[in-house]
Antibody, heavy 118, light 106 residues
């Protein structure tokens, strides 16, 4: 059973870059079966897919966020990461990392709240 | 992007009730439809994938059906631990999109 854990700052200033890491255990991030993704949820709202990455480095991003998002993978550490630049208050959300199998999110991290505030 | 519309947005039910939640997509997605359950302060949990396949460990009172543009999630007999918010998600084409959620409350 895959386990995922997000880590990173809980507070980011407006216009700066949000950076999170997802550590994967219980399986290899180099598995040919999985993509790895980020999903966010603003307080009291629904789920929004941010982007996904394959172990080879191939990425897919949500069009509204594409210009500000970078997802990368570090197979040596069994981790993948999210960078979101030029953040504003609307980027305040719980950020989840998850594994994707055939397009569905089958394992999730517990989530980490990132607030954007000065 | 494929639009996802869930109904109702919320519903009140009692333990033992049969509950049905509907998800409609803006274009046909075959059976590339998945359902998640989210309890307060928790991560979503996969319940059903490919419209009707129960994820391992999920109780059999949960079932899914549908294809094309219309899908349903049914809870045959509501248990106390089933009070939560339910989301549908299409995996037909990126960008992956979610429904707005259906809150099931007492």
């Amino acid at each position: 059973q895959l386990q995922l854990q997000e880590s990173g700052p809980g507070l980011v200033k407006p216009s700066e870059t949000l950076s999170l890491i997802c550590s994967v255990s219980g399986g290899s991030i180099s598995s040919v079966s999985y993509y790895w993704g980020w999903v966010r949820q603003p307080p009291g709202k629904g789920l929004e897919w941010i982007g996904s990455i394959y172990y080879s480095g191939s990425t897919y991003y949500s069009p509204p966020l594409k210009s500000r998002v970078t997802i990368s993978v570090d197979t040596s550490k069994n981790q993948f990461s999210l960078r979101l630049s030029s953040v504003t208050a609307t980027d305040t959300a719980v950020y989840y990392c998850a594994s994707l199998y055939d397009g569905y999110f089958d394992s999730w991290g517990q989530g980490t709240l990132v607030a954007v505030s000065s | 992007d494929i639009q996802m519309t869930q109904s109702p947005s919320s519903l009140s039910a009692s333990v033992g009730d049969r509950v049905t939640i509907t998800c409609r997509t803006g274009q046909s997605i075959n059976t590339y439809l998945n359902w998640y359950q989210q309890k307060p302060e928790q991560a979503p949990k996969l319940l059903i994938y490919s419209a009707s396949t129960l994820q391992s460990g999920v109780p059999s009172r949960f079932s899914g059906s549908g294809s094309g543009t219309d899908f349903t999630l049914t809870i045959s007999s509501l248990h106390p631990e089933d009070f939560a918010t339910y989301y549908c998600q299409q995996s037909y084409i990126t960008p992956w999109t979610f429904g707005q959620g259906t809150r099931v409350e007492i």
